[in-house]
């Protein structure tokens, strides 16, 4: 049958991966199972990744398969390899680790999708980074990681020197997105325990050199990566996103009290689309209701950072790969988001002010 010898020869290429951590490859350490090819020699195959194994891993094999002569397609499902057994035990949650060079670790989260947080998070770097500061971004929206096209970073693949991943850098900011390290296309699977691989290797793993903030753009809700985030490093302050409306607000509410329960101070509210000013005239018009943010930042005893206008150039710039804080400084939207990156540095060294001393 010729889908069994597509299979055989998918085989045979995926032997040429190999898995550091164990010295073998992926066939032989049984990592790759249920290598399925149908009638249109569509290939797809599971793929089990243990918690200490690389997750670039994936992307080799699905670049071997796709090299194999006759496959037309790959989609690779990925699942948590099995745990070795253990003695049953009680085993406290890991305590977050202090890495002095990422500088101040601030999150910056939202609710709900589609509030803009990505794109607030992408100016708010961008600016801080014109303000002089050394400045990292990681994409922690691992189900949707959209900052390699905002930066305009899309194709490039991170370079590995001695083992650590070299960041890409687009306006003075460093980046590592997991979109930089897969196709765009690929099709996967990620579960709680791969995420949380992702996050540690992206914090860890990364040569970010000496930062002064490593901003997290972190998927909306309060699921495995704000999680895996909070306890794998010291996280300083975490930036709520939200829109004007109600619902986006009740959202948004629910993700600041997720932080508070892990005890990550959030220093402030960022309303994003809060108004559109007409071009001609000025005037302001609250397209998405008004005051949302606002109500928010009162409930939780927080500022309300920067009421960001809804605006289509800045859509569009991101989708170019220029933020618009950067390419139309003077700009209503531009002059929002370099306030806001005053208003963070602010908050955040006050926060800092405000820790206790504990004396050694």
């Keep these: 049958m010729a889908e069994r010898d597509l299979q055989a020869r998918i085989a045979a290429a995926l ?14 350490a049984g990592m790759v199972t249920d ?18 194994d690389p997750a670039s891993l994936v992307r080799e094999s699905r670049l071997a398969v796709q090299a194999v002569e006759g496959v037309a397609s790959v989609r690779i499902d990925v699942r948590p390899a099995a745990p070795a057994p253990t003695t049953p035990k ?3 949650p890991p305590a977050p680790r202090e890495l002095p060079n990422l500088g101040r670790v601030i999150a910056i989260s939202s609710g709900k999708g589609g509030v803009g947080k990505s794109t607030v998070a992408t100016n708010l770097a961008a600016a801080l980074a014109a303000r002089g500061r050394r400045v990292g971004l990681m994409d922690g929206d691992i189900y949707g990681p959209n900052i390699p096209r905002m930066f305009g970073v899309i194709g490039e693949e991170p370079a590995v020197v001695g083992r650590r991943i070299q960041p890409l850098e687009a306006h003075g900011v460093r980046l590592m997105s997991l979109g930089s390290l897969i196709e765009r296309d690929v099709a996967t699977i990620w579960r709680g325990p791969i995420i949380t ?6 914090l860890g793993d990364v040569e970010w050199g000496q930062l002064d903030y490593l901003l ?12 895996s985030l909070v306890q794998t490093v010291h996280v300083a302050a975490g930036i ?5 409306q109600d619902v986006a607000v009740g959202d948004a509410l ?10 990550v101070p959030v220093i402030g509210i960022v309303e994003n689309m809060s108004y559109f000013a007409c ?19 009162g409930e939780l005893g927080v500022p309300l950072l920067a009421e960001i206008p809804l605006e289509a150039r800045v859509q569009e710039l991101c989708e170019s790969g220029t933020p618009v804080v950067l390419a139309e400084p003077d700009s209503e939207a531009g002059t929002a988001f370099a306030r806001l990156a005053a208003e963070v540095e602010r908050q955040v060294a006050e926060q800092s002010v405000r820790l206790p001393i504990v004396a050694g």
């Design 15 to 28: 032997t040429g991966v190999v898995n550091p951590r164990v010295g073998t490859d992926v066939i032989s």
């Design 35 to 52: 290598i399925a090819v149908d009638a249109e020699r569509n290939v797809r195959l599971t793929f089990a990744l243990g918690g200490d």
């Design 90 to 92: 009680s085993v406290a």
């Design 197 to 202: 691989k992702i996050i540690q290797q992206f």
């Design 216 to 227: 997290v753009d972190l998927p909306p809700g309060t699921g495995d990566a704000q999680l």
């Design 240 to 244: 709520i996103v939200t829109t004007p």
């Design 254 to 263: 629910r993700g600041a009290k997720m932080f508070e329960k892990v005890g």
């Design 279 to 297: 071009p001609h005239c000025g005037e302001r018009t609250a397209i998405f209701a008004s005051g949302g943010g606002r109500r928010l930042a």
